[in-house]
Structure formats: C-alpha cells, structure tokens
C-alpha cells in the first residue's frame, strides 16, 4: 500500500479550498457533502461557488492565495491552473502539519480523493494513489451496482440495535453469526425492498429468538430475454440469495448461472418431457416452499406480468398469505427490438405499439383485426410462429398494405439471434424456409424498414466471435 485509508471528520471544521473554477467547484461539493465549514480563496469564481457564497454556504475571499490562508484548517485543496499557486498551497500545508491535496498533482499531496460510493453512514472510497482517477470512477460504477440502494438504512438499524445485540449476546463469535443472519438474510431483504417496519420487527424478533423461524416470501422475478446484462439490479440481488428457484424454459443458461450457486433448481417449464407441470402444480410448489421457510424465486422469462401468468401466480399467493414481492424484467419486444435495431416507436411511423398474443387456436389467431390493420402503428406478436401465416393474411385482408414490412426475430438478445424481414406477403414463406427454432417474436409496421441502417447487434456478435 502506497498510502493509508482513512475517512476524514471534517464536519464544522476549516477547510480552505484554492481555486474557482469548475474543477473546484466539484471539490467544494464533496466538501459541503460531508459538513465542512469552507473557505474559498480565488480571486474570481465561477458563478455556481458564487451563489454558493450568496447564500452563506461558503465563505469567500476573492483575492490570491496566502500561506496564513491555512492557518487553523485541517484540509487544504487546491484547484488551480496555476502551478505556482498550487506549489504554494502544497509548501504552506505540510510546513504547518496539514493534509494537502492538490487536484492532478500527486506529487504535491499528502491526501487524494478517492472516488466515493456514498449510501451514509456506508461509504465505499476507492484510490488509486493519483495515478489514474478515471478507473476510480469506473471501478466505482461497478461498485455502485452491487450495493443496494438502502444499505445506509440497513446500517443505521443495525447500529441502532447493536448495544441490545452485544448485552444480550455474551462471545463474539455468537453476535459475529448473529450480524451474518441480518446482513445476509430476510432483515436485510425487508429493508432492501423498502419495508422497514417489517424489518425492525423481524429483528426484534430474532434478537429474543435467534433460532426464531425464517418466514418464506416469493420472489416473482423478470429475467428478461436472455442476455444476463439486461438484468435489473434487484432482480441479480433476489437471485444471489434465493435458497430454491423455480424457473422457466424461457430462462437463458447464461442468466440461470447468475442464481446462487447452492440454491436448488427445479424447472417447471411448461414443455417437461413426460411430466408436464400445470399451473396449478406450479402455484402450489410456490405455497409449500415459502411454507417451509424458503426464499422462493420464480424466475420467468421477459416481463412476469406480460403474457407470463405472473400475475395469476401472485394472486394465488396474496389469497394464502404468502409474502412476494414482483420485479420486472425487459419483455421479449423490447429486447428484441433494441437488439434487432426496430425502433417500436417514431415519429415518422408509429405512434404507438401493441403487444398482442399470437397463437393459433385451431385454424385461426383471435384478434380485433380491424383495429390492429390501422395505420400509425406498431404489433408485436408474442408466440407468432404457427399463426404466423394466418396473422399475415388477416392484417392484408383487413386493409394493411401487403409491402408493410415484418420482421422475425428468433433468439432475440441472445448469442444466436436471427433476424428475418420481410413483407406482409414473402415473410411467412421466407421463415418456412429458414428452420426457425423458439422463441420467436413478429414485429410489423414500416419502424421494421429502419433496421436496414440502424442493425447493431449482430456487427457487434460477428466482431465478438472473430475476437475468439
Ligand atoms: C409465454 S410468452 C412470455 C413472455 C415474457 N413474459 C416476456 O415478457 O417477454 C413467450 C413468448 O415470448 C417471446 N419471447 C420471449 N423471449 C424471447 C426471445 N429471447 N426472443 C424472441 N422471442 C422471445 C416469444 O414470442 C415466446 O413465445
């Protein structure tokens, strides 16, 4: 280590910032942020530090810097393009003892700023001794996904609670484990998810308790498309700690590897080989594991409330009095389009976009066609492939025009993705050809034309693949 950690207390304390300008101003608002009395000293500013001063937030003293500027703080910054100040500052500081940070100038300083991830009272500082601030900034991005928004919650009730903890459990080794279950188990998820009270009743409860028995929730979580980036920040954190999943055949591998390591799977898609699992079964599982005490994940492909019987689910749920909590996920036309370079909406084409139901009962696709073959629109099919042919025929017979462009999108998202375009009239001769496999998504209107110019994903597969 080049350089020692520590977190500075500078709340009320003298802290002289040199500089006015832009650069300065960002130290100024790290500085506010973390309560210190500052001082500014420059002898013009720019107009942000200016309604600062205005407003008595800072005090400024619009002339060159002086070495007696420092006496009494205990930070000094400078921010100035002006080397000779800067060196200034740097002598001055050190001469009287105090840490000294000069922005872009590690030589001159005895402190850096490191890039910060701030959920208060938690603050996660990462430094690179100077040598490169932006993979700071990069790491900290990073940084910031992983931890939760309400981890400062989630602190303060534990540091609320700790005296009670540390009367109540006498060795270490037992509050160590304690603090393990809150961090790791249902307190920490109530406060995640915004439920506080539950929370603080829960470890109540524990704490008079410790072998208090775990209350089971559901997680109905959207695992999108396919593509593991397209997960959302809560659904990665309810699927790193589920202790069972129940997933869909929809579900990529590459976004099922991302569920804990040692949580059981058990698939209940709904083409099981020889023992289909019926709705029913499903929802019933889902009642008896969180019974048992378990972190239930229900993991479903797309969005859980879009064409995805998230919400029958639930219901059954609430009727038993099973605790869940819904995450959405990117639905299959989103993703699709994004990935096949279709806008669903633009100005010049459609002002709005439908997600219709595609499959085929018998010898038709139940639909209002009238209204679908309007123009201004977009429609995307879920579930296209056997009424494909069918929904073509119907939105020409009810007045589209037959060049309306169309397009087949298979593995939308995923490494495999295949995009068939066409027309109202060649597409479903087109896809009988091409040996498509599921899942499928049919996108129609004249946004299908722009793909021409604004198709991105495959380039970026192509390039991927030549790079292996
Ligand atoms: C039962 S629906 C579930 C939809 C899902 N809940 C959603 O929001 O995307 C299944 C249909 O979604 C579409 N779908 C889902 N993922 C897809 C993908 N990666 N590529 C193409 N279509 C997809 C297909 O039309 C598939 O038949």
Not at 2 to 18: I, K, T
Not at 178 to 190: M, N, P, R
Not at 212 to 229: H, N, Q, R, S
Not at 293 to 316: N, S, T, Y
Request: hydrophobic share 45%.
């Amino acid at each position: 280590m080049d350089a020692l950690p520590l977190f500075h207390r500078v709340r009320g304390e003298r802290c002289v910032l040199v500089g006015g300008g832009e650069v300065a101003r960002r130290k100024l608002e790290l500085l506010l942020a973390a309560g210190a009395a500052v001082t500014i000293v420059a002898p013009e500013c720019d107009d942000g530090i200016e309604a600062l001063a205005g407003q008595g937030r800072v005090v400024l003293t619009r002339r060159r810097f002086r070495a007696a500027d420092l006496d009494g703080a205990v930070l000094a910054v400078a921010a100035t393009d002006d080397p000779t100040t800067n060196r200034a500052v740097s002598r001055a500081a050190k001469t009287r003892g105090i840490p000294v940070n000069v922005v872009d100038q590690p030589e001159l300083c005895t402190v850096t700023f490191p890039a910060v991830i701030d959920r208060n009272p938690v603050c996660v500082a990462v430094g690179t001794g100077g040598t490169a601030p932006v993979l700071a900034r990069l790491l900290r991005t990073r940084l910031e996904a992983l931890l939760p928004a309400r981890t400062g919650e989630l602190a303060r009730l534990a540091g609320e609670f700790r005296p009670r903890v540390k009367a109540a459990i006498g060795s270490a080794t037992g509050r160590r484990q304690f603090w393990e279950q809150i961090f790791e188990g249902e307190v920490a998820e109530l406060v995640h998810s915004g439920r506080p009270r539950q929370a603080r009743e829960r470890l109540e409860a524990l704490l008079a308790n410790p072998r208090a028995a775990t209350v089971g929730e559901v997680y109905l979580v959207g695992g999108g498309p396919g593509d593991p980036d397209l997960l959302t920040f809560r659904a990665l954190r309810l699927m790193q700690q589920a202790d069972i999943v129940l997933y869909d055949r929809l579900i990529s591998a590459e976004v099922l590897n991302l569920v804990r390591r040692d949580a059981e799977r058990v698939y209940v898609g709904k083409k099981a080989g020889h023992h289909p699992v019926t709705q029913d079964n499903i929802n019933q599982k889902l009642v008896e594991y969180a019974r048992a005490g378990q972190r239930v994940l229900r993991l479903k492909g797309g969005d859980p409330f879009i064409f995805g019987r998230g919400g029958e689910e639930i219901e059954h749920l609430a009727e038993q009095g099973i605790p869940f909590q819904v995450v959405p996920g990117i639905t299959a036309a989103s993703g699709c389009a994004s990935y096949a370079g279709i806008p669903l909406t633009h100005r010049d084409h459609a002002q709005s976009v439908r997600f219709q139901a595609g499959h085929r009962r018998g010898d038709t696709v139940e639909q209002d066609w009238e209204s679908l073959a309007k123009p201004g629109q977009t429609l995307v099919f879920y579930m296209p492939i056997n009424g494909l042919r069918i929904i073509c025929e119907k939105l020409i017979e009810y007045g589209m025009s037959a060049a309306t462009p169309a397009a087949l999108v298979e593995n939308g998202t995923r490494p495999g993705q295949r995009v068939l375009t066409g027309t109202l009239a060649t597409l479903p001769a087109s896809v009988a050809q091409a040996n498509v496999g599921a899942p499928t998504l049919l996108i129609v209107g004249t946004v299908v034309a722009l793909r021409e110019r604004l198709a991105w994903f495959e380039a970026t597969q192509a390039e991927a693949g030549k790079a292996t």
